[in-house]
């Protein structure tokens, strides 16, 4: 093959990878133009009905009032209805709202860009560029970012207080500013979202091990401390982490101490179906295919591994009492993720479902042990969100998109083989999961 042929195909290898780089954000556009419905939810029903409600209440109430209001519903503070009411001059007008909340969410991918540049400084900026963009095809990201719902305001500030971080832990300069930002965006995000209460932990824990005076550290500790007391406040109002009204409406969630006894213990092997699927494509992402292949082998002979097979093999004896047919049909209507969906699709008989699941389950917990193996904080990361699934219902897919495929970029250390063919795979993945969606809730 002569030297002029493989110019010409690099050429067109290019232009094909600069042409869909693109391709999410002109797709996000027009997502939101043509009102999609990719994540099942809309105008009319699901989460917009009641955000429209809080809304009203805020617009209509004084503050103290509003926030207490015992119509107030959401798994969430009321934080954001808060500030919007203070700096947003579009939430008096919902579809005025909506579009604010769409602008909002452009920004993210753009702040994780940014990120991923300081931690992947000599990695091509194009293949970081289509990397972030790939949030912009999130099912979820995108019904929230259309419908002004609230999920992007606690994945943006998470964002945020990472990118602090890291130029906090990297340079010197601007410290105060990088400390600033760090505590105040990473408050955002549990006053934002509960779930993410991950996220302020690291933050305060890597400025407690950085290496910085004791004054500093005792500031820092002093100032979260300050900062949690309005959410202590509430739940001890609430008597629950969400309102009284969010509570009464979901029963079966696990909002106060008094339902510890309700675990959810099925919710670990559906929740690792929902984290594999999007490390799936990431695997790809911690080495060239011989280092995942012999990685993999490895799974089973590595003595560590023992005790998690264990785990995993008691998980599957306490399924053996397991009303399957209960849990999925009549308990858990809704929820439970893609996994739930198509053996539902693929199956009448509950029987063949059930099995599939269970099959599934395995599968998921393999791809898991591989990132545990290749990291083990990677795998704090990972068994964090196993546990918080127990406490979750109904169990939804939005609970894990695109938090894992964003946490995983920034924090995985085993994460750091990014190239353009993998890159490119993660884009088709997730487009094919985007029309699959799209295609299922129309």
Known sequence: MSRKYNLSIHNEYDFFYNLIIFIPFISFIFGFYYDEFSAGTGEGGGDSQWIRENIKIFIENDLLTAIFHPDLFGNRTP???????????????????????????????????????????????????????????????????????????????????????????????????????????????????????????????????????????????????????????????????????????????????????????????????LIAFYLLPIMLFTGKLTFIINNLKKLISRKSNYLIFFLILFFFVYLINFDFEKYTIQDHWVGLGIVHKLTQLLFEQIILQEITTYIFFFFSFIVLIYFINLSKLDGLYIVYFLLISLFLWPLMQEYFDPIILIISLILFNSVKYLTKLNSVFLFLYNSLFLIIANIYYA
Not at 93 to 112: M, T
Not at 221 to 229: D, E, N, Q, R
């Open 79 to 273: 934080l954001i209805y808060v500030l919007n009411k203070y700096i947003n001059p579009f939430f008096y007008d919902f579809e005025k709202y909506r579009i604010s909340v769409f602008i909002l969410s452009i920004f993210g991918p753009i702040f994780l860009y940014q990120l991923l540049k300081l931690k992947f400084y000599n990695v091509d900026k194009k293949i970081l560029l289509l990397i972030s963009s790939i949030v912009y095809l999130s099912p979820y990201y995108r019904t929230s970012a259309y419908w002004g719902l609230n999920e992007n305001y606690g994945i943006i500030t998470t964002i945020l207080s990472f990118l602090f971080l890291i130029k906090f832990l990297k340079f010197k300069k601007k410290r105060n500013i990088n400390t600033c930002g760090i505590i105040l965006f990473s408050t955002l995000t549990i006053y934002f979202d509960q779930k993410f209460l991950i996220v302020p932990l690291i933050c305060f824990i890597n400025m407690i091990l950085s290496r910085s005076d004791i004054n500093f550290k005792i500031t820092i500790s002093f100032i979260y401390g300050v900062l949690a007391l309005p959410y202590l406040y509430l739940f001890y109002k609430w008597g629950g982490i969400v309102p009284p009204a969010t509570q009464l409406s979901n029963p079966k969630t696990i909002t106060s101490v008094s339902d510890l006894d309700m675990i959810y213990y099925i919710h670990i092997g559906y929740a690792s179906t």
